[in-house]
C-alpha cells in the first residue's frame, strides 16, 4: 500500500484508529452481553460504553505501551483502562487476545469487500454504458493476435461485463465466507465465557458465528477471500491488457483519455502511451502477489500460531487498497476511453475477402465437398 | 500427475479416450441441433451418432494426423470421417476448435469436481466418526506450540470437520463456475452457426450456457477453479501438519496407522515415521503451484490465444489427480489414526497447575484487583 | 511431464532405469571406499560392482517390493540382493536413505542442467546467426506498444542475445549449488560410515561434497535451482511474446515457420497463428510453476522430513523437461524465423515525421528554448 | 513496508528524498561527460553540480507537478530548474526517463544488497558464536520429528552456518546482476546521447555497463534479484521453524529470549511464545510474494512497457526492508537464544536404547546376517 496507488476510503478502513475503534466496540458489546449473564456488573458495561465511546485513542500512546509489554492487545486495554478507570477490569474477561484480534479483521475484510463491491458495480456501469454505445460499431475479432471474424466493439465490452458480473459474485461469497465473529477464549474452548457472548457481539456486528474455532478463525477463509481478489485481478489484467493492444500504433483503434497538460515521454513528446493500462497490469501482478502467502497461512500450529499476523498486516492493506485503486482506475479509463471506429473499420477492411474463409468453407462443404478437400480449397 | 500420486478413476477422466468421446458426444449433439434446425440432414445426424457411438478411435492414428496437420481437432475429425464416411462433411459446422476442446475441459473439471466431492464426503465422514469417538478425550489445546487450556481431541477433529464443509461449499461453486458450454464459432460470435445448438449441447450434457464466449471460455472460471483447489489443498496441509505434530517423539498422542510389513527407515528399522503426512504435505504444494499460472492463463489476448493449453494439459490432470488422491490419502490416515489418550493425559498433567493460569487471572479480576495487577501476580 | 512437452533425452535422466543405475553406483562406490578402508571386504567390492553392473533392474518388480514394504530404498537393495548373493549385506553400510536418494537427485539435476545448457547454447547460436543476418534491418523501436524511434531487428535480437547469456550464467551458478553429493549416515552425522566415503563417492561422480548435511542434502540449494528455472522461463516468455507481437495481422513484420500441411484453425484455413510462441508463454508459467513450491520446500523439520520428495518427485521431471523443450522449440522457432524487412520498412514509414521528435526537441534545447517551452514547441 | 517491520536505514534508501538526491547525481554525471564530449558548455555543468548539489529538493512540490503532468521524472526536473535556471536546459540531453528511473532503481537495490549482506555477516558470526558455544552439546537428531540419532547443538547451528553462508554467496551474485548502468536514450539506440556519457556514469556510480538497453533495463536481472530474495527468505523459514520446534512445550530445549515486561498472552500470563521466529516464518512469506510478480515482469512488451513500474515501486522496498528486518531479528534471536542443554539430554535420555538401533543393525550385518534378517531382529 503506496499512497500513489491508495483512495482515502479504503486506506481509513485499515488505520490504526479505525482498528482500536473496532476493538473497542467488540470489548463493549461483549461487556454489554456479560453484563446481562450477570457475570460483570451493568453497571461496568454502561460506563465502558459511555467512556470509551468518547475516549479518543492515542495511537502514538498505544504503540509506546506495546513496545515496552510486547502485546498488541494489553497495550490498548491499558491505554483504555486510562478512560475507563476502575471498571476497566470487567473489559476482556474470559476473553483472549485473538477474539478481538480476528474478528476486528473479519470486520476491514468485510467492509472492504463493501467498498470492493461498489466499485465493481461502477465498472460495471461503465462497461455497460460503453457497451450500449458501441453496441453496433464493426471491429476485427482475433484469435493468436490475428484477424478472424468481424465482431462489434460493443460484443468486446459485454464479455468484460459478463465477467465481471462473475467477480462480483465471487466477491459476495468470500464476503460471506470471511465475515465471521469468534470470541471464544483462549484455544477456542468457551472455557471462562459464555457462547452467548459471541452470539451478541456477532449480531451487533453483522457477522456470523465462526461455528468452531481454535482461538484463531481459521485462516483457510482468509486464503479464500485473497485468492478471490486475485482472480479478479486477473480479470483487470484481462481488459487492461486489450485496451493496451488496441491503443498500439499499429492497431489504434482506442486510447486512454490523454488530459491536457498530460505529457508522453520525457524524450518523445509526441507519445501517448497506454499507461493507466499498463499500470493495471503491474497493480494485478501486485494484488495476486497475496494469494500464495494467504495460503501458507492456512497450515497454522495446533490451536494457533502467529506466523499469519505480519503477513496479514502486510497483505490485507496492500491487495485490498491496491484492488480497490485499480477498479477505480479501471473504470475511469472504461469511461473515458477515446474510441475510433473508423481505424476499427479500416483495419477490418485491411485483409480483403480472407476474413471469410470460415464461410467459403462452409459453403463448400454444404455443396458436398468433404471437409479435408474444402479445406484446402478454401 | 505420476503413478504413485494417482488413482484410476481420476486418470481416466483425463485420459485421451475420455477426451475424444467427450469430443465425438458433443459434435453429435451438435448434429441433432443443426439437423433439427435443417442446417444438414436429419440422416446425417443419425448416421454420425450410430456410426460415432461404435466407433473405437485410435489414439495414436489421431496424435499421428497430429503431428502432419499440427491441429487436434482437424486430426480427430480426420479420424472420426474414417468411421462415418460421406456424411462426415456435416460434423462441426460453423464451429471452431475451442467450441469442442472448452467445452470437453468443462466437462473434465465437472466430473473431476463432482469425484473430489465424493472425496471430500468421505473424508467429513471420517472425521466425523472420529471426532464422535473422541468427543470427550481431554487433551491439551497448544497456542504457539505452548501449552494453553485443555480441549477434547474430538473438538480438534470437529474444526477440521467445520473447514472440510467450508471447502465442499467453496467447490460446489467452484463446480458452477466452470461447468459452461460454448459453441459459438470463431471469436464467439455466431455468425455460421444457430445459438439453439448452444443451447441443446449444453442441455444434453448438464452444462449451462457461457453467456458471452470469445470464442473460448473466459479463463477467470478456470482461475476460479484452480484457487478453490489450491485453498482445499491447504486446509489438507493444515490438518496433516496437526498430526505431524502429534506423532512427533515427544508428543507422541496420535500416529499413523504402521502396516505389518512397513519398513521406518533404511538405517533406523524402529522408527515409525508420519511419512503420509508429511507426503500430503508436499502434495499440497503440488496442488497449490496451479493456483499462479491458472491467475496468469485469465489475460489471454483478444478474443483468445492458444497460451493456456499447456497450462491446462498439464494442471488440468495434476491438480486434480493429486488432489484426489491427497484427499483420499488423509480420509485413510483419519480412519485409521492410532489414538493414544493416556499420553494426552501425560502431556496434560505435564505443566502441573500452570495452565490454569487463565482462570486465576480471571478470579483476581472478578475479585477487585486491576487487571494490570492480577496479570503480574498471576 | 507430458509426451507432448516432452525430448527424450530429458526425459530419460528422470527415468526409473537412470534412478536405479544411479543408486547402484553410489552404492557400489561407496563399497569401494568401504572396502578399501577395511571396513567391508575388498572381495564384497569387486563382486557388488560385476554383478551390479551386469544386472539388468526390474522396476516392476522393484515397485512390487516397495509395495509392500513402503520404502523405495529398501525395496531397491531388496532386488539389488537378487543378483549380488551373500554380499549384498556390505552394501548401504552405515548409509541411509537420504544419501543415496539426495545424491542421485543432485546428479539427475547436474545433467539436467547440462542438457539446459546445451540447449541455451543452441538458443544462443541460432539468434546471433539472425541478429547478424538483420544487423542492419531498421525496424520502429517501440515503447508501451507505442512507435518511439527506429532500432535495427538485429538490436532487437542481441537484446535477446545477451539476456540469454545472462541465463546461461545463471544456470551454471545455480548447476554448481545443486552438484553436491552427501553419504553421512542417519541424521548427516558419520555416525557409523567414515567421512572418506563421502570424498570418494563425490570425486568419482563429478560431485562436490556437502558441508554440512543433516541427512538430507539441504533445500535452499534445490531452491535456488528451482527459481533459476524460473527465470529463465521468463526470459523465453520474454522473446515468445515480441514474436506474438510481430506477427500480429496490423504489424506483421515477423512470422513462425508455417509447415505446408500444417493447419491454422479448424474454422478459418486462411490463418496463420504464432501458435509455437504462445505456447512457449504456456510453459514459461508451468516452470515458474515449481518455484514457490521448491522455496516452501526449504523449510524441513528439524534433521529432515520427507515433505520435499513429493515436490520433487514431480518437479524435478516437470520443470527440467518443459524448459528442455521450450528451449528446443524457441531455437527452433529463431532459427526458421521468417522475417519481412519490407514491412518493418511500411511500419516505420506510417508515422512520418513522428518519431523524430526527440530530435526536434533536442535541437530547440541546444538553441537556447528551456526545456518546458521545446517541449510545448515540439 | 510498514512501520512494524521496518528499520530506519533500509526504509532511508527508498524514501524519495533518497531518490530525487540519486536522480541529480545521474543527470549531474551525464552533464560532466556531455561537457567534456562538448555537447554542453562546461560551465553549465559546473553550475548544475554547484546548485544541485546545494539544492533541498521539495517532494511534495514534485509531486504537484507530477499530479499535472502525470509523469515523474518531468516533474523532477521542471523542480530542479527552479534551482539551476537557464543551464537546466542542458540536463537530461538526448536522455530518456528510463535512464533515471532504471539506473536509479539498480543503484537502490544494490545498495540494500550491500546492507542485506551486512545481516547476513551479523547473523552468521551470531550463528558462529553459538555453534561453537554448544560445539559438543549432545542433543537428538530428529528426522520426521522422531527421535534419531544423536548429534550436538553445535552441529545444528554449523548446518545453518552452511546455509546463510551460501545465501551471501547468491546475494552477492544477484547484486552483481543488478548493478548495471543504462543512459540510452529512448528504446536504447544512443540515437541522441553517445555512450561514452553511459560509460562516465556507470563509472562514477560504481555500476557495470548494460550491453544491451531496449531503453529499459532488463528485468530478468531485476527477478533474479527477487528470486534470491525468496531463497534467503525460505532459509530464514527455515531456522525459525527449528527454533519454534524447540521451544514446545513438550520438547523445551532452546526459547527465545523473553524481556522482563513482556506478557506472553492476554488470556494466560504463564505463556513465553516463540512469537518472533513465527512472526519470521509470516515475513519469510512476505518477502516471497515478491518473487512471482517479480518474474511477471520480465516479459515487458517490446522495448519497454510500464507495467513492471508499480510491482518495483511496491516490492522493490517491501521485500528489501521486510528481509533486512527479519535477518536482524533473527540476528538477536540467535544472539541471545536461551539453550536448555539439560532438557536435551533428558530428551536424549527418553527412548532409552531404541536411538541405537542403526547401530544394532549394522552389527548384526556386520557378522553375518543378511540385511533383511537383521533388519527384522533388531
Redesign the interface.
Given at each position: 500500500m503506496?499512497p500513489?496507488?491508495s483512495r482515502p476510503e479504503m486506506v481509513a478502513i485499515w488505520s490504526p484508529e479505525t482498528k482500536f475503534r473496532i476493538w473497542f466496540e467488540i470489548e463493549a458489546h461483549a461487556c454489554d452481553a456479560m453484563a446481562e449473564l450477570g457475570v460483570i456488573p451493568k453497571s461496568a458495561a454502561k460506563t465502558i460504553w459511555e467512556k470509551g465511546s468518547a475516549a479518543k485513542f492515542d495511537v502514538e500512546k498505544i504503540d509506546a505501551i506495546e513496545r515496552?509489554?510486547?502485546?498488541d492487545?494489553?497495550a490498548f486495554?491499558?491505554h483504555l483502562?486510562e478512560f475507563i478507570g476502575?471498571d476497566?477490569?470487567?473489559?476482556?474477561?474470559?476473553?483472549?487476545?485473538s477474539d478481538v484480534l480476528d474478528t476486528t479483521l473479519a470486520i476491514q475484510m468485510a467492509r472492504a469487500a463493501d467498498l470492493l463491491l461498489k466499485d465493481i458495480d461502477d465498472l460495471l456501469s461503465a462497461i455497460k454504458r460503453r457497451a450500449f454505445e458501441y453496441k453496433m460499431t464493426p471491429t476485427?475479432?482475433?484469435?493468436?493476435?490475428?484477424?478472424?471474424?468481424?465482431?462489434t466493439f460493443g460484443?468486446?465490452l459485454?464479455?468484460a461485463?459478463?465477467?465481471f458480473t462473475?467477480?462480483r459474485e465471487?466477491l459476495v461469497?468470500a464476503r460471506k465466507?470471511i465475515a465471521t465473529c469468534a470470541i471464544s477464549?483462549?484455544?477456542?474452548?468457551f472455557?471462562?465465557i459464555d457462547p452467548r457472548v459471541e452470539e451478541h457481539v456477532a449480531k451487533k456486528l453483522g457477522l456470523s458465528i465462526e461455528?468452531?474455532?481454535?482461538?484463531v478463525i481459521?485462516?483457510?477463509?482468509h486464503?479464500?477471500f485473497f485468492?478471490?481478489l486475485?482472480?479478479i485481478?486477473?480479470?483487470i489484467?484481462?481488459l487492461?491488457?486489450?485496451i493496451?493492444?488496441l491503443?498500439?500504433?499499429?492497431?489504434y483503434e482506442a486510447e486512454e483519455y490523454f488530459?491536457p497538460?498530460?505529457?508522453?515521454?520525457?524524450?518523445?513528446?509526441?507519445?501517448?502511451?497506454?499507461?493507466l493500462t499498463?499500470?493495471l497490469?503491474?497493480?494485478?501482478?501486485?494484488v495476486?502477489?497475496?494469494?500464495?502467502?494467504a495460503?501458507?497461512?492456512?497450515?497454522?500450529?495446533?490451536?494457533?500460531?502467529?506466523?499469519?499476523?505480519?503477513?496479514e498486516?502486510?497483505?490485507g492493506p496492500?491487495a485490498t487498497v491496491?484492488l480497490d485503486f485499480a477498479l477505480a482506475r479501471l473504470t475511469n479509463v472504461i469511461d473515458k476511453l477515446v474510441v475510433y471506429p473508423e481505424n476499427m473499420q479500416k483495419?477490418l477492411d485491411?485483409?480483403g475477402g480472407?476474413?471469410h474463409?470460415?464461410?467459403v468453407?462452409?459453403a463448400l462443404?454444404?455443396k458436398?465437398?468433404?471437409?479435408?478437400d474444402?479445406?484446402?480449397q478454401?
Open positions: 503506496i500513489r496507488y515496552e509489554v510486547k502485546h492487545v494489553i486495554l491499558t483502562a476502575d476497566a477490569r470487567f473489559v476482556h474477561q474470559g476473553m483472549t487476545s476485427i475479432g482475433r484469435s493468436h493476435g490475428i484477424h478472424a471474424e468481424p465482431v460484443l468486446k459485454a464479455a461485463y459478463a465477467e462473475r467477480c465471487r461469497a465466507d477464549g483462549a484455544v477456542g474452548t472455557a471462562n461455528p468452531v474455532s481454535t482461538q481459521p485462516r483457510d477463509r486464503a479464500m485468492a478471490t486475485g482472480v485481478a486477473s480479470s489484467e484481462r487492461a491488457t486489450e493496451r493492444h491503443q498500439r500504433s499499429e492497431v488530459s497538460g498530460q505529457k508522453g515521454s520525457s524524450a518523445m513528446p509526441h507519445k501517448r502511451n497506454p499507461v499498463e499500470n497490469t503491474g497493480l494485478a501482478r501486485i495476486r502477489a497475496a494469494v500464495t502467502p495460503l501458507e497461512n492456512v497450515a497454522l500450529w495446533h490451536e494457533r500460531d502467529i506466523s499469519h499476523s505480519s503477513v498486516r502486510m497483505f496492500d491496491t483495419n485491411r485483409l480472407l476474413v474463409s470460415q464461410r468453407l462452409l462443404t454444404q458436398g465437398a468433404s471437409r479435408e474444402a479445406y484446402t478454401s
